[in-house]
C-alpha cells in the first residue's frame, strides 16, 4: 500500500515563529488531508488538498501531486498550534470512501 | 449540531470480555469508518462502510466486528477483548461529492479502551 512520510517528526518553536511540516507519499493520491489533534485528543480537520493551495487564517497548504509531497505552512504560531499534526491519503481511483492512510505526525509545541 | 458522537469515552476491560463502542453522527453522511491510533504508529483503518448494510474491512480488522443497519450508527464490537487490543478508537465520516470525488473526514473525539 501507499507510504506516508512526515517530517520533522519534532517540531519546537517560540510563539511568532513560523513552521513548515512536509508530508512524502509514495503513489499518486486522489484525496490528501491535514489534521491536528490538539492535546485533548481532538482530531481536527484543517485541509482537504489533494492539489494545488489552500489558506485558512495563519495556516495554508500546498500540494505537488506530481512531485509526491505536500507542505503545512504554520505562521505566527501561537500556544493553541500545539499537538499533532497528520497527514493522511488515499490512492484510490475517485472516490476513497473515508480510508485513509495515516503518516505518523509531527509532534508541535509552541512555548509562550 | 453534534457531528460525529462516541461513546463511552474511557473503558477498561479484562482479557476475554466483550463490549461494543458506539458511533453515530447527524450529517447524514454515506461514509462511516473506525480507526485505532496507537503511541508512535499514526491512526490505522479498522473497518469502513459505504452506506446502510455495506461494510468492509481495513488494514487491521482482526477481533473486531462492524454492521451498519442505519445511516447514522456504526458500532464497533470487540468479542474478546485483548491486551493488544488496548488503545485510542476513532468514528469517522465523511459524505459523497455529487461531483464523484471526496470529502473532509470528520472524527469523533474518540474512546480510550484499556484492556487488562
Known amino acids: 500500500g501507499i507510504q506516508v512520510e512526515q517530517s520533522p517528526p519534532d517540531l519546537i518553536l517560540q510563539e511568532g515563529a513560523n513552521s513548515t511540516l512536509r508530508c512524502n507519499f509514495s503513489d499518486s493520491v486522489n484525496n490528501l488531508q491535514w489534521f491536528h489533534q490538539n492535546p485533548w485528543g481532538q482530531l481536527i480537520n484543517l485541509f482537504y488538498i489533494p492539489s494545488g493551495t489552500k489558506q485558512n487564517g495563519r495556516l495554508s497548504a500546498t500540494t505537488v501531486a506530481t512531485e509526491r509531497y505536500s507542505l503545512l505552512y504554520i505562521s505566527s504560531s501561537q500556544t493553541t498550534d500545539s499537538g499533532v499534526y497528520f497527514c493522511?491519503?488515499?490512492?484510490?481511483?475517485?472516490?476513497?470512501?473515508?480510508?485513509?492512510?495515516f503518516g505518523q505526525g509531527t509532534i508541535l509545541t509552541v512555548h509562550p | 449540531n453534534a457531528g460525529v458522537t462516541q461513546t463511552p469515552k474511557f473503558q477498561v476491560l479484562k482479557t476475554g470480555q466483550s463490549m461494543t463502542l458506539q458511533c453515530a453522527q447527524d450529517m447524514n453522511h454515506e461514509y462511516m469508518s473506525w480507526y485505532r491510533q496507537d503511541p508512535g504508529m499514526g491512526l490505522r483503518l479498522i473497518h469502513y462502510s459505504v452506506g446502510a448494510g455495506i461494510t468492509d474491512q481495513g488494514e487491521v480488522p482482526n477481533g473486531y466486528n462492524v454492521s451498519r443497519s442505519t445511516t447514522e450508527d456504526f458500532p464497533l464490537r470487540l468479542l474478546s477483548a485483548a491486551p493488544s487490543q488496548t488503545s485510542v478508537y476513532f468514528c469517522?465520516?465523511?459524505?459523497?461529492?455529487?461531483?464523484?470525488?471526496?470529502?473532509?473526514?470528520?472524527f469523533g473525539n474518540g474512546t480510550r479502551l484499556t484492556v487488562t
Open positions: 493522511a491519503v488515499d490512492d484510490a481511483g475517485g472516490t476513497s470512501y473515508g480510508k485513509l492512510t
Open positions: 469517522a465520516s465523511s459524505y459523497s461529492s455529487w461531483t464523484g470525488g471526496n470529502s473532509p473526514l470528520h
